[in-house]
């Protein structure tokens, strides 16, 4: 009985299966009908007495299994639709994010090594902390703050690309300065594509889950009396303004000291609402390496 499919009858299917057989193929459907009924008040209550057909041997009442027929089918479908979404979305991740470091794009916690007990260990759970609730449907922003090379753009995309393969949700990766490099090209006279800054605004107001990556570096925030400028304050307030009921994930070397010195009060509003801390405070450069050819 496995081949058979969602039609309208089931009788209506085992003549289709017998009509592609020889009349002498001893592999044919035997059909024949019982003694029995069916009254079923959940698949046909408003048919009663329905007499049951003997197939192969199996007592079936034909409208209940052409209704577990279809159910079947349905589920099929939508685990096909939920593969192809599920595709769709990754390929989203990586075609419209924007990083500026590439060998993070398949960051995933495993390849986060710390040592037992370290502040980078901590933090690492602190991570898979923020991923489940993400998952669980809480909504709030992440902020993972400390000096470079810690690990924390590696952190945020582990988050991100677990919830790309668990959620039918859609999911960017963008490096701040990147983006404002990016909505710059379009103030040109010679830009002539479809984007502009609202587009991309949007872009990152639609996503589900956003990483802003290195926030701060894109207003030179090394010296930290400088202020960000008003394209950026501009471009940051559109995208977190829009995106009071969705969670936001921000990287940056900056603490919460800094972040208010460099933008504006309503800006640092929407930063900070909600948000949920991961902090390196002690956890040293990871990249920084010496290398011999001795």
Known sequence: MSQLQPLAGILDHVIQINSLKDCSDTSKVDVQYSESFCNSDVVHPLKANVRK????GVLTCP???SHDMNLAFQKEQEEKIRQYRAQFQSGRLQAESLFSDYTIEHANFEA?????ESEAAINKERAITAMQKYKEGVVF?????????VGKSHLAMAIL???NAKLPKTCLFIKVDNLMREIRK???????????EDYYISQLVNADFLVLDDLGAESGSIQKENAASDFVHRVLYGVLDGRR???TIITTNLGVKGIQQLYDEK?????LSNHYIIKFEHTNDHRIQSISFD
């Open 53 to 56: 057909l003997i197939i192969d």
């Open 63 to 65: 409208l209940c299994k």
């Open 112 to 116: 986060y090594v710390t040592v037992p």
């Open 141 to 149: 922003n992440t902020m993972i703050s400390g000096h470079a090379g």
């Open 161 to 163: 690309n677990n919830l």
């Open 186 to 196: 379009t103030f040109k006279p010679s830009h002539q594509g479809k984007e502009d």
């Open 245 to 247: 009921d969705k969670s």
């Open 267 to 271: 800006l640092v509003s929407r930063m």
